[in-house]
């Protein structure tokens, strides 16, 4: 069964850190609500009640539209190991692109990437855990070489016209705020 805390403990953290991958849910006040997977080594778990992590280049950026008018923001974590467990964070977030404030000392606690788009500052207020029953077995094999070798073949005024060209606005037409 559900249950809610008011923040993370040391076991929420331990198990945090030893996903693959998590998922990030957002939405504005109208339109359609965004889930997205997300992996690398792209989050960082900051204290029991704070949470960052990168955001790479994509061929959507809804998270970034949907905080511009409703900051909230849902991250969850499965176990596709042996025990079924599944872990959200809700809270609010604030959008860090690289020149604003707090972009140098934040981007330090991930590996380096051409293709940071943003950094999510995730302000936790409940954490809730389920048991994961029906979540399916998988193994992990390993990170995909894709994203890197998208990079490795553009230049950074490439990925800046990528952002231009496809990460402005929401699905819905909202505004983003990526600077290009």
Known sequence: ????????DDAHQKFIEQQHMFFVG???????????????DSLRVMGANRI???????????????????NRMTLMWCSFTTRPLILRTYGTARTI????AGWAE??????????????????IDMV????????????????RP?????????SDDDIRAYWAAKNQNTIDGKPTGTPV
Not at 26 to 40: E, L
Not at 52 to 70: C, K, P, Q, R, V
Not at 146 to 154: C, E, F, L, R
Request: with cysteine.
């Open 1 to 8: 069964m559900a249950k809610q805390f008011p923040q993370l």
């Open 26 to 40: 957002s939405a504005a006040r109208d339109g359609r609500v965004n889930i997205s997977p997300k992996g690398m």
């Open 52 to 70: 960052i992590w990168m955001n790479l280049t994509g061929s959507g950026n809804e998270t970034a539209g949907h905080l511009l008018d409703a």
């Open 97 to 100: 692109h690289a020149g604003d």
């Open 106 to 123: 934040l981007s330090t606690h991930f590996p380096s990437h051409r293709s940071a788009r943003q950094i999510y500052d995730v302000s």
């Open 128 to 143: 809730q855990t389920s048991c994961g029953y029906a979540v399916p077995f998988m193994e992990y094999q390993a990170e």
């Open 146 to 154: 894709t994203m890197q070798k998208w990079v490795d073949d553009k």
